[in-house]
């Protein structure tokens, strides 16, 4: 071989070295999420320079930090205007193992609404919310399995320039099915973390039944071990194809599977009985699960929710109008319940607009930019003025108790002029023609 074709090989080497590193350096591109395929779309019509579209975008952002705080099963019913671009947060704590359902219902139906779900970072020094999945825009529906505990976080927001309306609900849901054939939840017993003899903690649930009833497998999976001896007396473990855990069945009066056997959904591992430690108690089925760091809480796992949604209990007419607190201040809650936490006291006659409402509460936003919820029977309308004024001069109604330059009308001097509402040192008034606006 002569010293030319060395010289090629060499190159081509070379070039092909020089390729995969391009390749390595360069990661497949990521599929946007919908609520980004929007935001690219206006970007590419010029439209988030604008006013309104970087009104859009802030709101999104304020989704995520001014979140406010609700229990589920819960509903809501709120709504959208295409005036003023608005996006909601709902944060929401859940166990490992739950199964979150969330429905989304909206009029029109052509109005397209993002519903996106993000996971709270705990390690970050400020809040930071993590992006996990979006709701399917086809079905206005989502479903998520919590893989740790803590406080999960919807931004809800809807395409700019929409008006409408919308009713969410999120509710709860096992992850798996019931371990023991036709349990109940008030079948269980025994809990996670209750004392045990030698100062051990229960690590799993107990579920009472009849000897002899079947128990049976949660999901598909493989036969990991089946032995007999110790505290647990007759035991199958099996390892969830879907999920990255052990099931730990125990007690059992007969074990029905062997190693290595595959079963699936509701087939018979067993029968619940009184063996190892259990033989002076009525019979039972001890179940845990166990990941690779140790044994975590079934019971959210398996528990069977009810999911009651309360009604709004609220004036849908109200949905988007302007209220104001009444002659007295009021507490502002981050929830809609009795014990929720107070974000402020809003002053008397502090005016608000209603977005929203659940469980006898509206959620409303007040001018300087406050959101929370506050009781239905605090609110009054502003048809009745709090007092009246006559201007001496010309006078600016503004759109905002802030603006300075987004007059939304001017009053001519002499006139007389209805205040419905005050914010600090703004007042809150309504023209003769019947505009709502601020002056100072």
Known sequence: MNKSFFYLFGLILLLCSACAQIQELTPPKKTPTAHTAYY????????TNSGMGKAWFQAGENALHDSLRVAPPYRETGYFRAEEPTAYGFSFYLKEGQACEIDLRVRPDSMRVF???F?????????KWKWLTEINLQTNQLEFIADKTGFYQLRLQAELLATGAYELDIGLAPSISFPVQNGKNHDIGGF????RSGRRKHKGVDIFAKKGTPVLATGSGTVSRVYTGGLGGKTVWVQSHKFD????????????????QTVKLGDTLGTVGQTGNARNTPPHLH???YKRDGAVDPLPFIHKERNRFSDPNIDLRKLGEQYRIGTHSEKLYKSPYKKGKVIQRLDAHTPVRITGGAEGYYRVETADGHLG???????????KPIKHFRTKNKMDVLLHPNDMDIPVETIPSGERVAV??????????RTNTGVLGWVR
């Open 119 to 127: 996971e709270r970072d705990i390690s970050a020094d400020t809040p």
């Open 40 to 47: 690219e779309s206006l970007q590419a019509a010029g439209l």
């Open 245 to 260: 855990h052990q099931q730990y069945y125990a007690h059992l009066d007969e074990q029905l599977v062997t190693v290595g």
């Open 420 to 429: 419905v509402g005050k914010l600090e040192d703004a007042r809150f008034v």
């Open 373 to 383: 919820f506050i009781k239905k029977q605090n609110l009054v309308s502003l048809d």
């Open 192 to 195: 996670w973390g209750d004392p």
């Open 287 to 289: 179940y845990g699960i």
């Open 115 to 117: 519903l996106e779900l």
